[in-house]
């Protein structure tokens, strides 16, 4: 039986992979620059994104710190406007909440977390947050999921992961802990071959959960 969950957060708890994404694009759009979705999503699974690609194309530093802005403020428009929840996300919390203790451990920074979740209702089931501002090495190193496990003083046999990109599973498996991946169509092309369990939808954890 798992008694701890760690959940990343866009794309499982909500649907915000395609906007940032989209925020990018939008910005090197401004440079002249097409952000390649294919190539976007094979870099992600390495910890790299939109910037990897503008790099390449020749956009220089100083532009790109500058386009950072420009992306941000692209992105934060969509977590305010576009519609990112996913349905039942609640109502299978809180059966979960019944069999384990829950977090989030996320690369989203802290400013854009906090707007997501200004009034969704998914922290009051959380111990805690891990966001980027926490640690000091990105997924997929293991450091985010290590520095979970010892923020619980959990057992990795104990503890399950969630996650629905490569990225994500390969931070999980580098630091030991079985991991469920749910099904996004944004990332649903990457590889997935390493996870524990594959998941149409949350509400199977409680299933994986209880075994």
């Not at 701890?4 to 906007?19: A, Q």
């Not at 977590?79 to 909440?97: A, K, N, Q, Y």
């Not at 977090?103 to 947050?129: C, P, Q, W, Y």
Request: glycine content about 6%; some cysteine.
């Amino acid at each position: 039986m798992k008694k701890f969950i760690l959940f990343d957060n866009d794309g499982v708890l909500v649907d915000t992979e395609y906007w940032y994404y989209e925020a990018g694009e939008r910005a090197l759009a401004e440079v002249g620059v097409a952000l390649d979705l294919e190539q976007y999503l094979k870099d992600m699974a390495h910890g790299l994104g939109t910037w990897h690609q503008a790099a390449l194309a020749g956009v220089d530093d100083v532009t790109i710190d500058r386009l950072k802005i420009v992306r941000n403020v692209y992105y934060q428009d969509s977590l305010r406007t576009e519609p990112i929840e996913i349905d039942g996300v609640l109502d299978v919390l809180d059966e979960l909440s019944k069999h384990a203790r829950m977090a989030i451990v996320t690369t989203s920074k802290r400013s854009d977390f906090e707007l997501i979740h200004a009034d969704r209702g998914i922290l009051r089931f959380m111990d805690f947050v891990l966001a980027r501002d926490d640690y000091v090495r990105p997924k997929p190193h293991p450091e985010p999921y290590v520095t979970a496990l010892e923020r619980f003083g959990a057992d990795r046999a104990e503890t399950l992961v969630v996650e629905d990109s490569a990225r994500g599973l390969r931070s999980a498996v580098a630091a030991g802990i079985d991991c469920a991946v749910v099904h996004n169509e944004f990332t649903q092309a990457q590889d997935f071959s390493d996870a524990t369990y594959r998941i149409r939808a949350l509400s199977e954890l409680t299933e994986i959960v209880r075994r």
